[in-house]
């Protein structure tokens, strides 16, 4: 039974992995009866050889099973990568429209885990459930990754918020203070990300000025080509939004997969994901004579073979568009030299809070306590809040409220 220094039962937080890294989260609830994970991801890494380290956690990973649930606030590989080394007796549990995503990359890129994720069940926002004796409202958020979550997480008279990854500057930022008022109050414990905070930066470009000088940059050029992640919707669906009316927007299959996916599958109300048309698959072959009379807007991936299409079309008439994080370009010679060479554009929007809109977030939720998680350099946030009671835990570290 956990009890602090009075006698009293307690909620123990121990952050597995994640308290000095950006990624690989893994973060463990537990009450005398109850043992559950938030996110269970993959170490992040820009070497292409890097082989991510396994998750080592009795009852989770290896001997007889003894958790009660794992439980994913988004898509991204950093928080659900390593479900594949979690012992298969343990539920899992995603969001509705996060898990459809998820399969589709999954399906492509790694079997195991695309078994693993069918047996997910899945929730809503909003929408409460239990795992033993722990409660847990789920609150969709605005990030990179569609369909993200935060947590209130109640048990034991304690209530904890983990924020996923979210941002205050998206399409979407308007609902993260009507969250705070209606659904979260004031809590015990924040588990927060930080980012921007281990980055050193203040990332506070917005996606709505993002969006605008794309769509400037759209109509310079004859062929644009935009480079960002398939999974980064609400860029997408911004560009599909306001594209110019004389252009097309092209796609390859595995992206107009996705694209449909959020459109028949999202549940909430969106203007952003509504959307009648589908765009335009061109796996192969030349595009037709209107198209290359009349130009039009492409997603690709930095990869290979997206490289070389583009290198097909005569240069003066290309404009390309890269919107990624820009600490990826070192590491891909072949899009560096790319976009050295092609007339380009780079503007991203931050999936992460930045550190003015975390100070904002947590005056709004008032926690008695902080842990900062997916950061490398987590002291910084006491400097960015001195009269907050931020708490520094170490990996494997148990945190008992």
């Known amino acids: 039974m956990l009890k602090n220094h009075k006698g009293l039962v307690t909620m123990n937080i121990t952050v597995h992995r994640g308290t000095h ?31 991510p380290i396994n998750l080592d956690i009795d009852g989770v990973t290896k001997g007889k099973p003894d958790c009660d649930g794992i439980v994913i606030s988004h898509y991204h590989m950093d928080h659900l990568g390593r479900l594949t080394s979690a012992l298969s007796e343990i539920p899992l549990y995603m969001g509705e429209l996060s898990k459809e995503i998820a399969l589709i990359g999954a399906e492509y890129q790694d079997r195991g885990l695309y078994l693993r994720l069918l047996g997910a069940n899945t929730f809503r926002g909003g929408d409460v459930f239990s795992i033993g004796d722990i409660r847990i409202r789920p609150l969709v958020i605005d990030h ?19 924020t996923g990854d979210f941002r205050m500057h998206g399409l979407r930022s308007h609902i993260v ?8 109050g004031e809590v015990d414990v924040l ?10 930066v203040n990332d506070g470009i917005s996606e709505a000025a993002v969006l605008e000088d794309i769509y400037s940059y759209i109509q310079d050029g004859k062929y644009v080509f935009v480079i960002c992640s398939s999974t980064n919707i609400d860029r997408i669906m911004g560009i599909w939004q306001n ?23 999202v549940y909430y109300e969106s203007s952003l994901y509504r959307r009648h048309d589908s765009p335009l698959v061109l796996d192969k072959g030349k595009y037709p004579k209107y198209y290359m009379d009349n130009g039009f807007v492409c997603l690709v991936r930095a990869t290979e073979n997206h490289i070389s299409h583009i290198k097909e079309f005569p240069k003066d ?27 380009t554009y780079i503007c991203h929007a931050s999936g992460h809070v930045s550190k003015d809109d975390l100070i904002k977030f947590i005056e709004l939720v008032n926690p008695d306590v902080i842990i900062p998680v997916h950061t490398d350099n987590p002291e910084r946030l006491e400097a960015l809040v001195p009269n907050r009671n931020v708490y520094i835990v170490n990996d494997n570290e148990p945190f008992i409220i």
């Open 21 to 51: 890294q950006i990624g690989g989260s893994a973060i463990e609830i537990s009450t005398e009866s109850t043992r559950i994970m938030l996110d269970f991801g993959n170490e992040l890494s820009l070497d292409e050889k890097y082989i």
């Open 243 to 265: 594209m110019p009316t004389d252009k097309v927007l092209i796609c390859d299959a595995y992206q107009k997969r996705i694209l449909d996916t959020v459109v028949n599958n």
């Open 191 to 200: 588990i927060t990300e930080g980012t921007l905070v281990s980055r050193g």
């Open 317 to 343: 008439d290309v404009r390309i568009i890269y919107s990624m994080w820009t600490g990826y370009i070192e590491e891909n010679l072949a899009l560096k030299a790319l976009l050295e060479t092609y007339p």
């Open 177 to 184: 203070e009507k969250l705070v008022k209606t659904y979260i």
């Open 144 to 162: 990179s990754a569609a369909d993200s979550y935060m947590f209130v997480i109640e048990a034991e008279g304690k209530r904890v918020l983990y």
